[in-house]
C-alpha cells in the first residue's frame, strides 16, 4: 500500500530504536530491510522502495530534517533567484546512488514473482517544500510566487523536473517496475495546469516510452482527465471521489485506476476494514484495469489484524475480479 513501509509494524519500530529515519533510507542495506519487512508479513503483489521524496532537494544542496511534533524542516528556503545559487543539479542524480543501490539490492531478494515500485515527488510539491521551508499549514509563500509569476519559481521547477527524469531513470535502470509521482500538495497549486500538470507531463515523456507511471495527486480526483493528460498510465486516486465515478468520466481504456481505500479504517476493527476493502472492490468491479490500494499513506495507528482482513478481502474477491493487491 502507498507508504507500505512502516510505522505500523513492530519489527520498523524496533529498527528504528537504533538508527534514525534518515540513517535507514541512505543505507541500502537498512532500506532494502524495511522494504520488505511488509511483504515478510503481508501477501502483497508488489514493494515500494523505502525512501522518501525529499531526498532530491537535499541531493540539489537543500539538506531537510524532521521536527518532532512538527514535520518536515529544509535546512534553508528558496524565495528568490538570488537563493537558487544555494543548490545546483549539476550531479544531483548521481548523488542518489544509494537509492538505485537500493533497489538493485531489494530487486535481488524479491525475486520476479513480485512487482518493485519507485518513486519521487512532483516538481510542484517539491518546490512546494524548498519555498516553505518545510511543512506548511497553506503553502501561502509557494502560491503567492505562483500567483505573481515569480521567475524564481519557474527555473526551479524546470530544475526539478530534469533532475527527477534523471532520478526515476536511475530507479528504472536499477530494477523498479513501475515509478510513482507524488503531488501531495497538488490542492494549493491554484493553476494547477500551469504549475503542476504541465511539469508532470514533461517529466513522464522524459522517461522510457511505456514504461509504467503511477500518478497521485491529492485533492484532484475530480480533475481526472486532466490528470490522465500527463500520459501517466495509473492515476492513483483518494477516497473523496468514487473510483467507479471517476473511470465514467475517463472513459473505457487507459489510464489505469489505483485506490482508494480510506486508511482510517487500518485504525479501527478488522471486520469493518474488510467491509470497506470490498465496498471499493464492488464499485469496481464492473470495470478493468483496477489495483487496489488505500487512497494515501498508511499511518502509524494501523492495527496488523485489520492490514490482514484487507489482504485477506483482496484475494477472496480476485476469483470473480481483475484486481490486483498492491504492495
Known amino acids: 500500500m502507498m507508504r507500505q513501509a512502516g510505522r505500523y509494524l513492530p519489527e520498523y519500530r524496533a529498527l528504528k530504536d537504533g538508527h534514525t529515519f534518515l540513517e535507514m533510507i541512505r543505507s541500502p542495506e537498512l532500506a532494502t530491510e524495511v522494504t520488505m ?3 515478510a508479513r503481508f501477501s502483497f503483489d508488489a514493494a515500494i522502495i523505502f525512501s522518501d521524496i525529499l531526498v532530491v532537494p537535499e541531493a540539489l544542496g537543500q539538506p531537510f530534517s524532521f521536527r518532532e511534533g512538527r514535520g518536515v524542516q529544509m535546512e534553508f528556503a528558496l ?3 538570488a ?61 503567492a510566487m505562483a500567483s505573481r509569476r515569480d521567475p524564481a519559481l519557474q527555473k526551479l521547477l524546470s530544475m526539478l523536473t530534469a533532475t527527477l527524469a534523471e532520478y526515476l531513470r536511475g530507479q528504472i535502470e536499477a530494477g ?3 515509478v510513482q509521482i507524488f503531488d501531495s500538495w497538488a490542492a494549493w497549486c491554484d493553476d494547477y495546469e500551469e504549475w503542476s500538470l504541465r511539469w508532470v507531463r514533461e517529466l513522464i515523456a522524459a522517461l522510457p516510452a511505456g514504461f509504467p507511471v503511477i ?3 491529492r485533492g484532484r480526483n475530480r ?8 500520459g501517466a498510465t495509473v492515476l492513483s486516486l483518494d477516497w473523496e471521489t468514487s473510483l467507479s465515478d471517476a473511470r465514467r468520466a475517463l472513459g473505457d481504456g487507459a489510464p489505469a485506476l489505483q485506490g482508494n481505500m480510506n ?12 467491509v470497506a476493502a470490498r465496498e471499493v472492490l464492488s464499485d469496481m468491479a464492473p470495470f478493468h484495469g483496477h489495483i487496489f490500494n488505500l487512497g494515501h499513506g498508511i499511518r502509524p495507528a494501523a492495527r496488523t489484524e485489520c492490514v490482514e482482513a484487507v489482504v485477506e478481502a483482496v484475494l477472496n474477491f480476485r476469483h470473480q475480479s481483475h484486481v490486483i493487491a498492491a504492495g
Open 79 to 81: 524565495r528568490s533567484e
Open 37 to 39: 519487512q511488509p511483504l
Open 215 to 217: 500518478f497521485f495527486a
Open 223 to 230: 480533475q481526472a482527465a486532466a490528470l490522465a493528460s500527463t
Open 176 to 178: 523498479a517496475d513501475a
Open 83 to 143: 537563493d537558487l545559487a544555494r543548490i545546483s543539479a549539476h550531479g544531483a542524480a548521481q548523488k542518489l546512488g544509494y537509492v538505485y543501490d537500493a533497489l538493485a539490492r531489494t530487486r535481488s531478494v524479491l525475486g520476479q514473482d513480485r512487482a518493485l515500485l519507485g518513486f519521487c515527488g512532483s516538481p510542484w510539491t517539491l518546490a512546494a517544500y524548498m519555498i516553505e521551508g518545510g511543512s506548511s499549514a497553506d503553502g501561502s509563500i509557494v502560491r
Open 263 to 274: 486508511p482510517s479504517f487500518l485504525e479501527g476493527e478488522p471486520l469493518a476494514a474488510a
